[in-house]
């Protein structure tokens, strides 16, 4: 019995401090992606309209998106993109997946975020992440475009 309640008590703190964990790993690449906003004096965001299984490059998401965003912010784009940085910090680590990609941020000429599967899978820096809410329904409205 005391084997039992001590593999559960491992059980449980080993998952709870890998959960930690997790969301540290979240939190550092909301703090990367803010420091890389802060070299940079435009942004980019390519939104792809349509639905069906796909897997395509960086370049050519780019060249099929149905909306292109292009926003010079000087030493201001950390603050245009708070929300996308927000976002990215309340997201939790997962396994990357491979299509379905769907949006793209590209920060300068440096790096970028790629959306896929409706936006709620951000892969950035190689690593991914899962968030339930869609990146379009932070980034595609009026208030961000001209706040």
Known sequence: MLVKTVALLCVIFFGFASTVQADVG???ASVELARKLDKVDYVALYFLS?????????DVLK????IIVRRRCGSN?????KNV???????KPTRCLDGQQDALIEIGNSRSLLYSYSGRMIKFDG???YNETKI???I????????
């Open 63 to 66: 060249e099929e998106a149905g």
């Open 26 to 28: 979240a939190e550092n």
């Open 50 to 58: 349509r639905t069906e299984k796909f897997s395509l490059s960086e």
């Open 77 to 81: 784009c950390r603050m245009f993109l």
């Open 127 to 129: 690593m991914c992440f």
């Open 140 to 147: 595609k409205n009026r208030d961000f475009l001209f706040d």
């Open 136 to 138: 379009d329904q932070i």
């Open 85 to 91: 940085i927000v976002h990215l910090a309340h997201s």
